[in-house]
């Protein structure tokens, strides 16, 4: 299992989703998303990071991603943007039997969800809380189909604690998660891991292969 600590930064409480992305990059270490779980399907794996770090209410996570050709077709919330060139965070508190996905395209439209698995129990969030998780990419928020070609982008997200129904005062030890790398429709279909996963097709569904992330 991976393990990783969410660091607290202080400059994080006042700092707007922008300065976020610099921050980052100036006070947290990175961490790969490498893993090739099902090579001989989707060889493909793109170059791809993110850090992660907290401030006193929320969670931010920044990915930045290199790749062969990109696709950006949805712009509406809760469509399918694992279709697209797409980065995913999911977490779950360690004895929950439920767990949250967020998934996010290349330009920030976002799902998601609470569930207990990938077919059960299925909550989507409510416009209300995805307006409150604030995004940053490099490529703007306004779809463009597909390009082809070799490119780099990035995206910060902030995710507030409230969402991941997390009281910022009483913090748990540990949150159990994985993050990816994935593009279900894209020219070149890839499933990239964090932490690694056992199962014979592509599912990051898969709770059991959450790696651990610490608090400090």
């Not at 697209?84 to 360690?94: L, Q």
């Not at 409230?162 to 499933?191: M, Q, V």
């Not at 932490?195 to 059991?208: A, G």
Request: hydrophobic fraction near 35%; proline fraction near 5%; glycine fraction near 2%.
């Amino acid at each position: 299992m991976n393990n990783l600590n969410i660091k607290f930064i202080k400059s994080l409480d006042d700092a707007n989703i922008q300065s976020a992305s610099l921050i980052l990059n100036e006070e947290c270490d990175f961490h790969l998303i490498n893993c090739v779980n099902w090579y001989y399907e989707y060889p493909y794996c793109p170059d791809s990071l993110f850090y992660l770090a907290r401030s006193n209410d929320s969670l931010f996570i920044k990915f930045i991603i290199t790749e062969k050709h990109i696709k950006a077709v949805y712009e509406k919330d809760q469509e399918p943007v694992y279709e697209d060139s797409c980065v995913e965070f999911f977490c779950k508190k360690y004895y929950s039997d439920t767990y949250m996905n967020f998934e996010f395209n290349c330009i920030g439209t976002c799902i998601a969800t609470t569930r207990k698995s990938r077919d059960k129990d299925i909550v989507l969030l409510p416009e209300t809380q995805l307006r409150k998780i604030e995004r940053f990419a490099s490529l703007g928020n306004k779809a463009f189909g597909k390009k082809e070609g070799l490119f780099n982008w990035e995206l910060t997200v902030k995710i507030p604690f409230e969402i991941l129904n997390i009281n910022p005062n009483e913090l748990p030890d540990i949150l159990l998660g994985n993050f990816y790398k994935c593009a279900d429709r894209a020219s070149i279909p890839h499933f990239v891991s964090w932490n690694p996963i056992s199962t014979k097709t592509p599912d990051f569904h898969s709770p059991e292969f959450f790696g651990k992330l610490s608090f400090l």
